[in-house]
């Protein structure tokens, strides 16, 4: 997978290593733990683990996964923003967090506006769907400016709750 630029943002595969920290810091957020999952990931080794097993097969497999976002200006990583093919559901998901202290910048859109382009013209994706929790409105709301509409609830393995299931059929 190659570095993805915006106007205000570079998006770049995970390093385990190099990113353990930042992973570590958005899993145990709250509000990530409130709209997503609590992981169980409490150390750095754990996190460069989660980097090892969650993110780096997407890049083997698929060409694409979750990226880093990190600020243009300073190099800052400010969230997380991926293409995932997960084996229960036949589309690519459209995935994003944001530091809290971040939230609210456009980041989140910013960066999967460029990863929904990128899967479009470089990986001829069709179909993008989003998931989020039924009692997160900003993430709902974020999938519906991205073009996507709800279409269902799904249950997806790793998720206590079902999940809201958006959708989109743009033409590459």
């Given amino acids: ?24 810091e ?3 957020e709250p509000t990530y733990i ?19 097993e969650k993110f780096l097969p997407g890049y083997e497999r698929y060409g694409i996964g979750y990226c880093v976002v990190e600020l243009k200006a300073t190099g800052v990583p400010v969230g997380t923003c991926g293409l995932l093919k997960r084996e229960t559901l036949e589309d690519f998901d459209i995935g994003y967090s944001t530091l809290e202290r971040f939230s609210g910048n456009g980041y989140a859109f910013e960066a999967a506006s460029a990863l929904m382009q990128y899967g479009r ?27 996507l509409r709800f279409e269902r609830t799904v249950r997806v393995p790793g998720f206590e709750t079902e999940s809201r299931l958006f959708g989109s059929h743009e033409q590459v």
């Fill in 1 to 24: 997978m190659r570095q993805i630029e915006t106007e205000r943002l570079i998006l770049r595969p995970f390093e385990p290593e190099r990113d353990a920290a930042f992973i570590l």
């Fill in 26 to 28: 958005v899993l145990n």
């Fill in 34 to 52: 409130a709209n997503v999952a609590d992981r169980g990931v409490r150390t750095l080794a754990q996190a460069a683990d989660y980097i090892r």
């Fill in 121 to 147: 013209t470089e990986l001829g994706l069709k179909r993008i769907i989003g998931l989020t929790s039924s009692t997160n409105a900003t993430s709902a709301h974020l999938l519906e400016k991205l073009g």
